[in-house]
């Protein structure tokens, strides 16, 4: 279909002034509105107002410019059709062949920290997607551009075929217009709820970034949905699978817990091992310290650099994935003679007072939605429950156990120094029964726990479990509290002389 005339409406200029002038080029009448039509002009552009298109202003501070049945009228109409030919001649309906409009800023806009509901809503596009739509419905005639991106496509088009665009072209940019009115009414809608706490209905729409080779089995189909890329980039190896990716977030959310130079090994999302020093090769060797057996096929990550020791270091065993912010190129030389061994860069991303993202599980007819755990303790000295605190020397190891049983799947336990882990029970029924293997892995390690902390990532529900730890050595424990037991379980730490803290933050991972 021949383009004669052009409605451009955009909110982000980039590259619309060349556009423009390309199509000027190629004979297009342009009509465009406000500031766009401001821009086109001052590039030397000629530029119909909207207002002169309609017959009508633009008014209420420009909310109110392109709802005008001349214009939907004019991408709505069906060429060909006898009657709609008419009718559009009688009203002074005149074509409109090509419409490039992008939407206002909102996402953008809720992004920005400390945005009021008013400046959220004032963000809110009516027109553009609007236009969009009618123009989307009508690809049989009209081509419709949301994405700068397409600008050079549809001029190679237009270039080629006398200015003419393709059915395939047209309808390809239709169903990309959809998709984009879709997300956007999609985050309006769903800020909308998290600010106003209304109980609607609950939707998600992500790009695809790969089909995998299966899922969590061999015969699982499985996909890759989101902005993944956006926050690693695969350097080197084969295709992440299912199980990589789920590794890889949970690796990630642990290492984002510490400040200091730290190296933690996971393996199936749960920790084997972590350990922090201002050497990273020695905080590798206090992590992989813990469990020696475990690591074996795990996922390693740290954060900062990796540099040729700790690449020595950590190629004698097998692991299937290794992230950083960065690999020094002598050590990624040297990892990268492991062929199928991946090589991950960690991109940091996130901003620090960015929300909580959200944790979406499925369960049978639904699914379940929450803000991920990011909770956080203050000072622990103020929540010291027992007749003595802890020194120095257990504060700091209660507080590493603490950030590390957080991301143990529950029943967690995890026995800790100030720098290190000592020992990990993950995922038993019993709260004693964690305790006993994170008891066993330590001596199987070889590692002490005398004057350890332990971390319950739940509360003791009685005073067996506490006990157990402290058999086991440890001198002071972290824990929420909670339990109806409570004075037991603290009656037991004081005749133990074990300094406990109550945190008042539960940290269950199912």
């Known amino acids: 279909m021949k383009i004669a005339r052009a409605l451009i409406s955009v909110s982000d200029k980039t590259g619309v002034a060349d556009f423009a002038r390309e199509l000027e080029k190629l004979g297009v009448e342009i009509i465009s509105t ?9 590039e030397g552009i000629a530029t119909r107002d909207i207002s002169s298109y309609t017959g009508f202003p633009e008014v209420l501070d420009g909310r109110l410019k392109t709802l005008h049945p001349k214009v939907h009228g004019a991408l709505l109409y069906l060429r060909g059709n006898q009657e709609h030919e008419t009718t559009a001649r009688e009203h002074g309906i005149e074509a409109i062949d090509l419409v490039v409009v992008n939407l206002y800023p909102f ?33 049989q005639s009209i081509t419709v551009v949301v994405d700068p991106a397409d600008y050079e496509i549809v001029l190679a088009e237009m270039r ?31 800020f909308l709820n998290e600010n106003q706490e209304t109980e609607t209905s609950f939707s998600v729409s992500l790009p695809l970034v790969s089909r995998l080779r299966y899922g969590e089995n061999p015969h699982q189909t499985a996909s890759l949905y989101g902005n993944f890329t956006e926050h690693f980039e695969k350097l080197h190896g084969k295709e992440l699978s299912f199980n990589n990716l789920l590794d890889i977030t949970a690796a990630a959310d642990l ?14 999302t749960n920790p084997c091992g972590v350990g922090s020093d201002p050497d990273l090769r020695e905080a590798w060797m ?26 020595r270091a950590i190629r004698e065993i097998f692991s299937e994935v290794i992230i950083a912010p960065d690999f020094a190129s002598d050590a990624r030389a040297l990892l990268q003679k492991k062929k199928n061994l991946r090589l991950m860069r960690a991109l940091q991303l996130s901003a620090p007072n960015e929300k909580p993202e959200m944790d979406i599980r499925s369960v049978r007819g639904g699914l379940l939605v929450q803000q991920r755990d990011a909770a956080e303790i203050g ?54 029964d964690a305790s006993r293997i994170a008891v066993w892995k330590a001596q199987e390690a070889g590692l002490s ?36 037991r409570d004075n037991e379980v603290i009656a037991a730490a004081d005749a133990r002389d074990l300094a406990m803290v109550f945190t008042g933050v539960r940290h269950f991972r199912h």
């Open 160 to 190: 080629d075929r006398g200015s003419e665009t393709t059915l395939k072209l047209r309808e390809r940019l239709a169903i990309k217009a959809f998709i984009k009115t879709s997300d956007y009414d999609r985050a309006i809608a769903t």
């Open 34 to 42: 406000g500031g766009t039509a401001t821009l086109l002009r001052e």
């Open 449 to 484: 726990l005398t004057g350890s902390a332990v971390a319950s990532d739940a509360f003791f529900p009685f005073p067996d479990g506490l006990t157990a730890a402290a058999d086991a050595g440890a001198t002071a424990a972290i824990q929420p509290g909670g339990s109806v």
């Open 255 to 268: 290492i984002d817990e510490f400040e200091e130079p730290t190296v933690a090994i996971l393996k199936h």
């Open 107 to 139: 996402e953008a806009t809720i992004a920005k920290p400390g945005v009021t509901l008013a400046q959220a809503i004032e963000q809110i596009d009516i027109g553009g997607p609007s236009m969009l739509r009618s123009a989307s419905k009508n690809y």
């Open 286 to 311: 206090k992590a992989f310290a813990t469990d020696k057996q475990a690591p074996f096929g795990g996922i390693i990550i740290c954060n900062r650099p990796l540099d040729l020791a700790v690449a």
């Open 379 to 432: 000072e622990i000295e103020t929540k010291v429950v027992t007749r003595r605190p802890p020194t120095r020397q257990q504060s700091a190891a209660m507080l590493f156990g603490w950030r590390v049983v957080k991301h143990v799947k529950s029943n967690a336990i995890v026995y800790a120094g100030a720098d290190r882990t000592l020992g990990i029970g993950a995922g038993q029924m019993s709260r004693v």
